[in-house]
Structures are given as structure tokens and as C-alpha cells.
T-cell receptor
Framework: AQKITQTQPGMFVQEKEAVTLDCTYDTSDPSYGLFWYKQPSSGEMIFLIYQGSYDQQNATEGRYSLNFQKARKSANLVISASQLGDSAMYFCAMRLVGGSQGNLIFGKGTKLSVKP | DTGVSQDPRHKITKRGQNVTFRCDPISEHNRLYWYRQTLGQGPEFLTYFQNEAQLEKSRLLSDRFSAERPKGSFSTLEIQRTEQGDSAMYLC?????????????FGSGTRLTVV
């Protein structure tokens, strides 16, 4: 069965510092995609970054980068130069290529708090 | 375009009542998805539509739940005979043709509280 595990219920980071949010996944399928979403208190899920299982390089999007370690089945999100507006819930998610067209499997999330 | 719109934002209902939520996707998006998010959990897939056709339903979608997307535009999610376990955030997302999960835009959700 496919599963996403986020072991950090909450994290604190000082403004302007970098922070790493952990994500491990479990799948026996060689083809999959990994996503990170941000959910502020307003409720909507905001897409941050995507990594495909066959991508040779780690994904980067502005201040977000994904530390993809395939052998360890981990896909940690790194946020550089944290800002107060980064305070939110962060969810790691996975989709199986060739699997359900509508189905993302989400972890339980990590609540990030940025301190001034 | 103002994004994916969900109505109402909050709903409190008594156990046993029926409730209906509405989702208006981005106009050019042909796929529409419903997810449920309970407290302390990530969203869980419920169902999705391509245009007006409901193509997949999760086993989480019990017989008390029904979703429709008439004419392939807005969608409604109805819960009959609500139970306290139905209390959750119901999220809608849409995506453009060919994008699938890679093009999700989520709405802000409808928070349901069953008392």
C-alpha cells in the first residue's frame, strides 16, 4: 500500500533562517510523483513544488527546494530564508504514475511557525 | 478568473440533517475533485469528474454521499443523514485539460460541523 509519513507535527524556525520539513514515502511502483502543498489558516491548499521519480535533479522553485533521496524514499522540503508568511501547515503528497487520475495521497502535515 | 469558489465556507448542522455544498471551478478547467480533510489529517480523495462524468469514487464515499456536476460546470456534494464523523473540511479542486493532479487549484473549503 502507498503511504506518506510526516513525522514532525510542528516545527519552529527563526525568520530568515532555513528549515527542512521531513517526508518519507512508501510505494513499490517505480513511477511516482511527489508534491508539497502549503495550507494557510484560510484553508486552501497551495502547490509549492513537484518531483518526479525519474527526475535526475532535485526540484527547486524560488525559496523552495526538494531534497530527494530515492534510496531512502525521502522527499524533504527545504525552505530558505523563512518569512513570517511561511507560517502554515505543509503537506507532502504522492501520486502513482498510471494510477488514479484524481488521487493524491497526503501525509498528516507539519505545522510550521516562523518566529520574528 | 477568481479561482475555485466554495460555498458555504462554514456549515453547522444537527445530526441527521442533510447538507449540500457547492464548488465553482475555474471556468476552463474540465476536471473537478472533492477531498475531505478531518482534524489533524491530510486531505483524502473522495471523487472526481471529467466534465459532467463522475469517473472515480473512493470507498470513503458512502451511500449517504452523492456528488453531481450537471453540465460540467459547478459541482454539488450532498451528505444525507449527517453523522458526527462527517465533521470535516470539504475541499474542492479543479484542473485544466491534460493536467490532472499536476494542475490542481484548490478552493478554500467548506468546514462542516455536525452537532
Amino acid at each position: 500500500a502507498q503511504k506518506i509519513t510526516q513525522t514532525q507535527p510542528g516545527m519552529f524556525v527563526q525568520e530568515k533562517e532555513a528549515v527542512t520539513l521531513d517526508c518519507t514515502y512508501d510505494t513499490s511502483d517505480p513511477s511516482y510523483g511527489l508534491f508539497w502543498y502549503k495550507q494557510p489558516s484560510s484553508g486552501e491548499m497551495i502547490f509549492l513544488i513537484y518531483q518526479g521519480s525519474y527526475d535526475q535533479q532535485n526540484a527547486t522553485e524560488g525559496r523552495y527546494s526538494l531534497n530527494f533521496q530515492k534510496a531512502r524514499k525521502s522527499a524533504n522540503l527545504v525552505i530558505s530564508a523563512s518569512q513570517l508568511g511561511d507560517s502554515a501547515m505543509y503537506f507532502c503528497a504522492m501520486r502513482l504514475v498510471g494510477g488514479s487520475q484524481g488521487n493524491l495521497i497526503f501525509g498528516k502535515g507539519t505545522k510550521l511557525s516562523v518566529k520574528p | 478568473d477568481t479561482g475555485v469558489s466554495q460555498d458555504p465556507r462554514h456549515k453547522i448542522t444537527k445530526r441527521g440533517q442533510n447538507v449540500t455544498f457547492r464548488c465553482d471551478p475555474i471556468s476552463e478547467h474540465n476536471r473537478l475533485y472533492w477531498y475531505r480533510q478531518t482534524l489533524g489529517q491530510g486531505p483524502e480523495f473522495l471523487t472526481y469528474f471529467q466534465n459532467e462524468a463522475q469517473l472515480e469514487k473512493s470507498r470513503l464515499l458512502s451511500d449517504r454521499f452523492s456528488a453531481e456536476r450537471p453540465k460540467g460546470s459547478f459541482s454539488t456534494l450532498e451528505i444525507q443523514r449527517t453523522e458526527q464523523g462527517d465533521s470535516a473540511m470539504y475541499l474542492c479542486a479543479s484542473s485544466p485539460p491534460g493536467a490532472g493532479v499536476y494542475g490542481y487549484t484548490f478552493g478554500s473549503g467548506t468546514r462542516l460541523t455536525v452537532v
